[in-house]
């Protein structure tokens, strides 16, 4: 098949730092990108020229200057709107922070832009990340870049399509219960969630604390793996980043895979996964075992209480990290503010929260309520930690674990939006991740035919907490032997 | 497990800082009530003396050293404000007293 792809982020910063071409060129070279392809796609809520350039034109300024070229010198990179860009409006998809213009950077940012990185806009996403088909956007949902009747996923569905669509070559997402991975694996990219604690959550809107995390989305594991070893690190204004050392995770993509264990938790992916995804599973399977990985059986016998305990979990956060917005400091304030203060914290978060955003802040407050909390919070934190023991145990046995990342292909725009309850259950095979803390990748694994449209479908690895080495030693290995083409065909 | 009522929907919307529609209220409480429902499955594990997790990393009282730092000013901090006294620094709500 042709080659389609437009530069990795490796190459635009070997580049660069070459001074073959500019930050300003690459950075133009985006955006024209983005120009062409956003208004079908609506990947990114905002895109602004100037500012894009100018920060273009300070890398050149800096390598100019004799700087030595940062980790990804002059490569443009997408930040999903839940994220703190200093004078960039950051409104995490929702009408309540729609004028927000946040007075400082995320960490994140910060490491990015110290790296040479060009922000070029802030992607689409829904609600305060809560949703998976970026349906739940205040402006509107983003369009899957193979079929754009359907969802691109998420919550981080602008990040992923923006990558599909190469728009950008690199952006950044968050993942709270899949909203990396699932849009990745609905996109045909890589989608990457470090160990809990392994990045920086300082300047992340909070949804869930206890089991956001953010990372990168790419066209490669090795693209991937730079911008984690970048955005990765202990933070003194995040109390959770880890003070673990970041290892050189480009040097740890050797492609060898021989004698890893590969475990599979059969029991687990039997049921209530789609043929074309089953297939395609197995056929990825049978890639590393044909590599010289060894495949053993694990078991995760918590697993399928995964959503129900993440759903009870993430939603008592939530509820408690939302009531922050109340008209008072930031955001929307409703004209009822005349009638007093308690009509004004009502009626600004009534008329500035979208309809998921109130049905789970009303799940969270209903489980953390006096009768409920020990039958639904406190029993799903015990069911927490049963998870985490099964993938410890599981983690004795094997090297990695392997799952689908959905059990289902992208589906189409409008078909769940009714029933919150089976959207929820898709999320099976990427909320265990979350729960027990550990990295998890999703990477491109084949195609199949749905009503026409080639839908593009991921394959899941999970690794121990904070050895993403291993992790992305065997994602990348997968990748060399497969290649599976990772632009959309613009349509 | 019985649907939620009305009433059910409307005290956690008080404690939750919500004013739902009647339509919401309707649609919410199914919604719920069926999310819950399917919660219900969580009490057949045996959790006993199993503890919670809060927090993956058992990290407890992270420190560091009390430096001073650069921080917002104060007409920064109140810049996003809807209402704010922006020369006094000053977040601005509606009377709470004496109205």
């Known amino acids: 098949m042709a080659d389609l792809s437009p530069a990795s982020a490796r190459t635009i910063r070997n580049d660069v730092a070459a001074r073959k071409v500019s930050a300003v060129e690459m950075c133009r070279d985006a955006l024209a990108r983005i120009q062409a392809s956003n208004p079908r796609l609506n990947s990114f809520l905002l895109v602004d020229v100037e500012d894009a350039l100018a920060r273009a034109r300070k890398v050149d300024e800096r390598l100019a200057a004799g700087e030595a070229p940062g980790a990804l010198a002059g490569v443009p990179i997408a930040i999903k709107d839940n994220l703190c860009v200093r004078g960039m409006k950051t409104t995490a998809a929702s009408k309540i922070l729609a004028t927000y213009v946040p007075p400082y950077d995320a960490t994140v940012i910060e490491r990015l832009e110290a ?203 939530a509820s408690s990290n939302l009531a922050r917005y109340d008209g008072v400091k930031y955001g929307y304030r409703s004209k009822a503010a005349a009638d007093g203060l308690q009509a004004m914290y009502t009626h600004s978060r009534s008329e500035g929260f979208g309809a998921e955003v109130k049905r789970r802040i009303m799940l969270g ?127 | 497990m019985s649907a939620l009522t009305i009433a059910d929907v409307e005290r956690i919307a008080a404690l939750a800082h919500l004013d739902l529609t009647a339509d919401e209220k309707a649609r919410f409480g199914k919604q719920l009530a069926d999310i819950l429902d399917y919660a219900q499955q969580l009490q057949t594990v045996n959790t006993e003396g199993v503890p919670a997790t809060a927090h993956v990393h058992a990290v407890a009282g992270v420190e560091r050293d009390d430096a001073l730092r650069p921080s917002l000013t104060p007409q920064q901090a109140v810049a996003n404000a809807p209402d704010a006294a922006a020369d006094a620094g000053l977040f601005r709500v509606p009377r709470v007293i004496g109205g």
């Open chain 1, 115 to 317: 790296a040479g990185a060009v922000i070029v806009g802030k992607t689409n996403c829904d609600e305060f990340a809560m949703g998976s088909s970026n349906e739940n956007s205040a402006f509107g949902p983003v369009r899957n870049p193979w079929a754009l009747s359907r969802t691109p996923g998420g919550s981080s569905g602008g990040s992923a399509a923006a990558v599909a669509a190469a728009q950008v070559p690199l952006a950044l997402g968050s993942d709270t219960g899949g909203s990396i991975r699932q849009p990745a694996s609905f996109c045909g990219v890589v989608g990457l969630k470090p160990t809990y604690g392994r990045v920086s959550r300082y300047g992340l809107l909070a949804f869930a604390s206890s089991l956001d995390q953010i990372g990168p989305f790419a066209r490669s594991v090795d693209d991937a793996a730079l911008a984690l070893g970048v955005i990765a690190g202990p933070d003194r204004a995040d109390a959770t980043s880890s003070r673990e050392p970041v290892p050189d995770l480009t040097a740890a993509l050797t492609g060898d895979v021989k004698g890893l264990r590969v475990g599979v938790p059969r029991t687990f992916v039997s049921e209530g996964v789609d043929d074309g995804v089953k297939a395609a599973f197995d056929a990825a399977l049978a890639v590393l075992e044909s590599a010289g990985a060894r495949l053993v059986d694990v078991e995760l016998p918590h697993a399928p209480y995964g959503v129900p305990a993440y759903y009870l979990v993430c939603t008592a956060e």
């Open chain 1, 365 to 491: 407050t209903y489980v953390l309520s006096a009768g409920y909390y020990d039958a639904f919070y406190l029993k799903a934190q015990q069911v927490r930690t049963l998870l985490r023991r099964d993938y410890d145990r599981a983690f004795d046995a094997a090297d990695v674990i392997a799952m689908p990342t959905s059990p289902i292909p992208p589906f189409g725009l409008g078909e769940k939006t009714d029933d919150p309850l089976q959207m929820y259950l898709a999320d099976i095979f990427t909320v265990s991740a979350n729960l027990a803390g550990v990295p998890a990748i999703s990477v491109p694994c084949g195609f199949v035919e749905r009503g026409g449209d080639r839908l593009p479908i991921g394959f899941q690895l999970a690794g121990r907490p904070f050895d993403e080495p291993t992790l992305l030693r065997a994602a990348d290995a997968y990748e060399r032997l497969t290649r599976w083409p990772t632009v959309a065909p613009p349509s």
